[in-house]
């Protein structure tokens, strides 16, 4: 793997070095954009509006517009803005990993120290693995200010990207009720429904259906055949009664 950041995890008076790497990759097909006339491949390009002309790619710098002229900015205002998180994750405080909801998640990067054998970052992964906390700190990666938390994963200390709260768009506009009754009689057997679907978290157990099964059809066309698709029946309940409904849930459950 090829490192993507390298800094150091700030922890208390303690400085940690470490590479980051990306913890997550893509499972969806490359499928490249093509010209549906002659098959040829559509290429994108970066031109000069005024010109009309490809600007080379060491040729670009970015700008803000500031009333009607462009500010042009350079690496090093990047680093100036904040120089103390352009090379430091910086833990600000400790949380509950429980209490960081899933909406703030992005994507997560591991994190390698500069030698083997560190005992700085063992003594963090240890001690967020016994207090069952998670760091919470910010640092700048490409030219953008992250928040992160800092958490063990089997052996490796993992920085995972959140969203800054400002990020998360508020639920008010939604037309949701807020005083629906629901019976006793029904939160039972909703509740034992649940119970009887649970399970231990195992994502193992799911893959990316659907790419593999675009795959089949593309190696099909490719032997200029069209693979059988079965035809999926939309599931309809019978009557509208919701305490009906969850009570043929839980025998269709068990006769599974």
Not at 131 to 153: D, M, N, Q
Request: hydrophobic share 35%; net charge neutral.
């Amino acid at each position: 793997m090829r490192s993507i950041w390298k800094g150091s995890i700030g922890f208390g008076l303690v400085s940690i070095p470490v590479k980051l790497y990306s913890a997550v990759q893509s499972s969806s097909l490359d499928l490249d954009m093509l010209d549906g006339r002659d098959h040829s491949r559509i290429k994108y390009q970066r031109v000069n509006e005024k010109t009309h002309k490809e600007v080379p790619y060491d040729k670009i710098v970015k700008g803000y517009k500031l009333d009607e002229d462009y500010i042009v900015l350079e690496e090093r205002d990047f680093e100036d803005a904040a120089p103390e998180k352009s090379k430091v994750i910086e833990i600000e405080s400790f949380v509950d990993i429980a209490d960081v909801n899933p909406m703030f998640y992005e994507t997560s990067y591991y994190t390698e120290p500069d030698t083997k054998n560190n005992k700085a970052y063992a003594l963090l992964m240890q001690a967020l693995i016994k207090s069952k906390k998670a760091g919470l700190a910010r640092f700048v990666l490409r030219s953008t200010e992250t928040l992160c938390i800092v958490h063990p994963v089997e052996n490796v200390l993992v920085v995972t990207k959140i969203r800054f709260g400002q990020e998360i768009r508020s639920t008010e506009d939604l037309n949701i009720a807020d005083d629906v009754k629901i019976s006793k009689k029904e939160l039972d057997v909703g509740l034992a429904l649940i119970n009887q679907y649970a399970e231990d978290f195992d994502v193992s157990k799911f893959k990316d259906e659907y790419h593999d099964e675009l795959l089949k059809i593309i190696q099909a066309k490719a032997k200029g055949k069209r693979p059988t698709i079965k035809k999926l029946k939309p599931h309809t309940s019978k009557g509208t009664d919701l305490y009906e409904q969850l009570m043929g849930s839980l025998k269709a459950k068990k006769g599974a």
